[in-house]
């Protein structure tokens, strides 16, 4: 992958430069290989650390709500600490928490090796976005974009080892020490740029313009939004949307938004707080739609004895194999062509996979890969040369308010498509467990008031389904005498007796361990452990409950499309506002005359060795 002169950064041989894409490739493959393992160990571990659903749901959280708050606040250091330095961290906190997850002993190990793997993460996407823009100044859509193939490569891999090898965990857990290690060594010997920002003496405090207030506002908006939802916060309001959280964090978003306009003195770019907003389209998209499609193919693809997944990791072959494929595509269409087109066959194969069957779904899953495949990687590229004077702030902003925005409000998109056709179906198809599984309150959001299911109701229905199987199971295997005996000892009959006791005896008030004999006492008061023919009846409603949500959700995933067209409108504005301004032309820093310092004089311009105002960045680690 030789690169002319040229392409690479002052100070920045194309060796050197090769060496830091590879390097960041990997820690980028780490990155996300290290969250798919978590993602598909997750079971496993409830069954070997007891774990409650609660607590999985802890867990996997506390591995992406760090990620995406330490993209956007490590973007105003990075800068400073430096490239390299800030990479050394993202290894120690991925060692660590990989040795964390290895050696677990419990719920806390677990926790806490989820929270450094977040950590890591988001320091990663902190660094390699703006050290690789800064090594290709006049490549950088193309080069962002081969470097994101590292991110479906890693889910590409860990997926294969899990599905298709069968490792067990610690296996799995422990294999993430490999590139770990491997990009660890490789950013000691590389060579990290100057950034470009830093180079062409723009000021911390310009940096910051480009943001401005406005995208200020939304960024510690939803970096709020997303403390207050971890920590368990009241908001202070209850629209649905756009709610506000808790009063000390409302306090919060409102003075750093009038310090950061009292301080820039800009309300921010307009067209970069337009792709800020896009943003959170292209997030619930491509992100948004991937947490959902396992769980919506599952049917489908049962017909074809196939697990869902596939269909997830199916389409990250594609966006890697795309991804490295994007240098013609790009002198082609141009990065916002690229974008246009992306966004219109995106919404194709949206519609096509919510209507898809059999080998179908694979055709739609195509179309639709090949549509998201350029997304984030490109507009990431756009910000980069549009808006290079906000340096790494205005390129990991746009990455973490993605990251925030699937949580906070891509969510609430999809879940509120899903709620409303789950409503309506299974009243439909089933009355009178429409009335004993869906809520009694109505609730409410910007799009209007829905109805949902009562998750303890239909985990209750799960759980003694589960306990009267895995009991029928055991009976076969041991005598009628020895069998309660042989429960007590029975790890995952354990896990699942505990699950059972959250969701059908457990009150709100109640947060008291309970030992194993009390929680199969109030289980059997409750008639958690239920015979034959109430078996069966459970099986029938399950049964009818599991096609109707199945049918639901691939119904709702019609109106997903309405996104990208969404932003294929915009991005066709923006495509017709160059060609009305002369076309679309990456801004070059250094090609620019340096800005007037206060005063009305023009600065001396400083040698590339020594950038003002900022430390030397451009040294071997």
Known sequence: MAEPAETTAQGLEPREARFLMIACFIALVTTSFAFIIRVLCMDAWQVYFGLSETQKGEIFGAGMWPFGLTIVLFSLIVDKVGYGRSMIVAFLCHFVSAILLLSARGYWWLYAGSILNGLAAG???????????????????????????????????????????????????????????LYGVMILLAKFPVSERVLAGVSYRDMLRELGAIGCLLVVYLVCMELNRVFVGENLTHTGFIDLPSLPLTIVIAVVTLAFLAYTRSLGRPMYILLLLVMLLVATTELGVDTWVTDLMKQPMAKLALPGGLVLIYMQVIMMVLRFCIAPIERALKPLGVLFVCACVAAVGLYALSQAAGIVIFVAATVYGAGKAFFWPVTLGVVSERFPRGGALTLNAMGGVGMLAVGIIGSQILGFWQDNRIDHMLAKENPALHAQLMAKEEKRSVFGHYKALDQTKVSALRDKITLYEYRQKKAKEVAADKLEAQLAQDEMYQTFVRNAYDHICRKPEDTAEKSFDEMVKALKDAGAFVDEATYKDLVEKRKTLEEVIGNAKQSALTRVPILPAIMAVVYLCLILYFRATGGYKAVELLAEQKPEAPGGQAPEAPAPEQPPQEPQEGEST
């Open 123 to 181: 320091t990663v996407e902190a660094v390699i976005n703006p050290a690789i823009a800064s090594a290709y100044p006049k490549r950088k859509t193309t080069m962002l974009t081969i470097l994101h193939a590292g991110w479906p490569a890693g889910m590409v891999i860990g997926g294969a080892l899990i599905l298709l090898l069968g490792l067990t965990w610690k296996i799995s857990v422990g294999i993430i020490l490999i590139p770990v290690v």
